[in-house]
């Protein structure tokens, strides 16, 4: 496949532009690290605590072009990579609305749109890596005072800035290709960043891809089209510094992805686009422990559309975010051996949706909006070197609009608790820390839970008392098209809905040295054991059925019923030397709900366990690195029931080994090569399956060897 002619010419404008102004600015000394140090974006949670944190440096080294391949190691973390390249995110076997995926602060909340939190398309969220410049994961009830949705843990997405993109130059520019074969495709990014004086900066980053079909390792297309799945994403941001205490970040990022429906009788195609703005202020005096204050503003619309076969773009479904926060910081006994770090705020979300079945009836607009409020504060208490404690307190309450009825939503309170102690600091056993938390998550309803699925309207019902329901208008229960009888389901409102609610407690230690076996090396570890019950879980169960002009429908509704609990180890590890570097994660879980009686039922649903290893050498002085990763899922069997048909589902384990090599020529020009899947196994994250009159193999797999070429070059 050849590179498109347009992305090509944009590229070597690029360039052209860049060595042109290399040639032609001035030079103007910049300190980047004391205005970084400014920075409004920092995680309230820090890595004491449990945060892990990717920065652009590591998604260059991974070749990362997925969120699953930025992530990967991380030991909590599961990524589901779709065919068209998107991401279903799962955390401490959490994932959906469990798990809030914010970028520049504002939560990715597409999946609204959707009723089933299991639709793929609605779970799913697209990432362009190149625009990032740190992605933090905090998982489980860490992450409480980010309010709703942090049952499983949240992942902050930051944009790059001109800082990272300097390093200390007035002007900068970098160009990125990316070849890969399997899936052929071609990827080119480029960053562009100035210094304007003492007090404004400027950065770009624009990024563009075109890829081709994958195949898996038994040589069959993973899609049942040849239509390519084409990206195009830029960013633009300016950073103010009017004094060393201030700074002003504004930013304007836009994601859009194109592809076509994996199924062998159509060739509708869709769209997902992603626009986020965000404004950020921070004011933090060196002299004034009692002030670090930051706000931000952020707006994301996420928008899907279809062409439905005819080539004319058509919505089927848009979430509009706006998202606001304050938070001041202030130290109390800076001078002292125990010090006070309190870091306290408020936020505010509103969702206002479009939802993706029927986008208007009779012309009116089918929609609805939530919002929420919330409130937050964290005391971290330092004894010295060897002992710190945080707690925090937070507060969250919401309210829903929408098809004529309002929803009052019930406050919540949730609270945390953890400490990190090193009590041998200054002995043999130095660097080693016990680690222990507890505290409790929050996740509201989503709009569908409370107003019902529905077609056209909301469904109104009369329950008879004896498992059936009478009705004027059944029109809310059948698709668009009012002739399709007997093909919809009855959903009924439920405003009395509770948030889903989570109570974690973690233990573990951690262990950092640096110089253990040779000088200038440095061997982290971290072990943890933890246990999250799941309260007031909100479900689908059928009420009853209703029967229309001799049809007989299901009627269901969205309940407060299932609890459930999800426990078990995690155990990530790093060595880094001027020789040697290695990383191994391991992730090994399990789980039960709770039954009427009280008995616990397996969930074998789960992953029981995935370990994640990579180990490899520098050499030349490390300007050339070689190394090999690996990754093993452990399958698993279970049935499932619904609607009164019981399905068994069957997943092999598999091992995945990848080979990967640098060399960097000169301080400006580095090339990378990797191979995924060296050894091609056919391996799958979906169940095992096979076609019921044929016996064929008609597995999901993924991708079989694929080799991915990079070149970047610093101007």
């Not at 008995?599 to 300007?623: C, M």
């Not at 990763?629 to 080994?657: F, M």
Request: net charge negative.
């Amino acid at each position: 496949m050849n590179i498109k002619p347009s992305l090509l010419a944009v590229a070597i404008a690029m360039a052209t532009q860049s060595a042109f102004a290399l040639q032609t600015l001035e030079t103007t000394s910049v300190d980047g690290n004391d205005k970084k140090a400014q920075s409004t974006t920092d995680a309230r949670v820090s890595e004491d605590e449990g945060a892990s944190i990717v920065t652009a440096e590591d998604i260059e080294q991974r070749q990362a072009t997925s969120l699953e391949d930025a992530l990967a190691g991380n030991a909590g973390v599961v990524i589901e990579e779709t065919t068209n390249g998107g991401s279903e995110i799962t955390i401490r076997g959490l994932s959906s609305d469990n798990v809030s995926v914010r970028v520049e602060g504002a939560p990715n909340n597409r999946r609204l749109t959707s009723h089933r939190t299991t639709d793929s398309a609605g779970d799913t969220v697209w990432l362009n890596m190149d625009m990032y410049e740190s992605v933090t994961v905090i998982p489980g009830a860490a992450a409480n005072t980010y309010g709703s949705g942090s049952t499983g843990g949240v992942v902050l997405l930051e944009t790059k800035d001109p800082e990272s993109v300097l390093r200390g130059d007035d002007f900068a520019a970098n160009l990125r290709y990316t070849y890969t074969t399997n899936g052929q495709g071609n990827r080119i990014s480029g960053d562009v960043a100035k210094q304007f004086g003492d007090v404004f900066a400027l950065n770009a980053t624009l990024s563009t891809s075109s890829v081709e079909p994958a195949e898996d390792a038994n040589g069959k297309q993973l899609t049942d089209n040849d239509e390519t799945t084409d990206d195009l994403s830029y960013l633009i941001k300016g950073v103010i510094t009017p004094t060393q205490s201030q700074r002003i970040e504004l930013s304007v990022m836009n994601d859009k992805t194109e592809y076509a429906a994996n199924t062998p009788d159509t060739l509708e195609k869709f769209r997902v686009e992603d626009r986020t703005f965000a404004a950020q202020y921070g004011y933090n005096p060196q002299d004034n422990d009692w002030v670090d204050f930051k706000a931000r503003v952020s707006r994301a619309n996420n928008e899907r559309e279809s062409d439905e076969q005819t080539g004319d773009w058509t919505s089927t479904g848009s979430v509009e975010t706006t998202y606001a926060e304050i938070e001041n910081t202030t130290v109390l006994g800076a001078e002292s051996s125990m010090t006070h770090r309190l870091r306290y705020g408020a936020d505010y979300t509103l969702d206002d949706v479009d939802f993706q079945n029927g986008y208007t009836f009779n012309g009116v607009r089918l929609s609805s909006t939530r919002k929420q409020i919330g409130g937050y504060l964290t005391d971290t208490i330092s004894f010295g070197d060897a002992l710190k404690v945080s707690g925090s307190l937070r507060y969250d309450t919401y309210s829903a609009d929408g098809f004529g009825a309002d929803v009052d939503g019930k406050s919540s309170f949730n609270s945390k608790l953890s400490a990190v102690w090193h009590p041998l600091e200054g002995t043999a056993a130095k660097g080693l820390g016990f680690i222990a938390l507890i505290g409790s998550g929050y996740k509201v309803p989503q709009l569908f839970d409370l107003y019902g699925k529905h077609k056209v309207k909301v469904f109104q019902a009369t329950d008879n008392g004896d498992g059936t329901f009478t009705t004027d208008d059944i029109s809310p229960c059948l698709d668009t098209d009012s002739s399709n009888k007997g093909s919809g389901t009855c959903f009924l409102p439920n405003p009395d809905l509770k948030g889903e609610s989570s109570l974690s407690r973690e233990i573990g230690f951690t262990f950092d040295r640096d110089d253990l076996v040779v000088d200038g090396d440095r061997l982290s570890t971290r072990v943890n054991y933890f246990h999250t019950d799941l309260k007031d879980q909100i479900t689908t169960e059928t009420a009853g059925t209703v029967t229309y002009d001799g049809t007989t429908y299901d009627v269901n509704q969205s309940v407060n019923r299932d609890e459930a609990a999800v426990f078990g180890w995690e155990i990530e590890a790093s060595y880094d030397s001027r020789g040697l570097f290695g990383h191994f994660s391991m992730q090994d879980i399990a789980g039960y709900s709770v039954n009427d009686d009280d008995s616990h039922t397996k969930d074998t649903s789960l992953v029981p366990r995935i370990i994640s290893t990579s180990i490899g050498t520098f050499f030349a002085d490390q300007k050339g690195r070689v190394g090999i990763d690996g990754k093993y899922r452990q399958g698993r069997s279970y049935s499932s029931t619904s609607r009164g048909v019981t399905s068994e589902y069957v997943y092999r384990s598999y091992y995945v080994y990848d080979l990967f090599a640098s060399w960097q020529f000169t301080e400006n020009l580095g090339v990378q090569a990797r191979i995924d899947n060296v050894t091609d196994v056919a391996y799958s994250n979906s169940s095992k399956a096979e076609d019921a009159d044929t016996g064929e193999d008609t597995t999901a797999y993924k991708a079989g060897r694929n080799a991915k070429l990079s070149v970047a070059y610093r101007f």
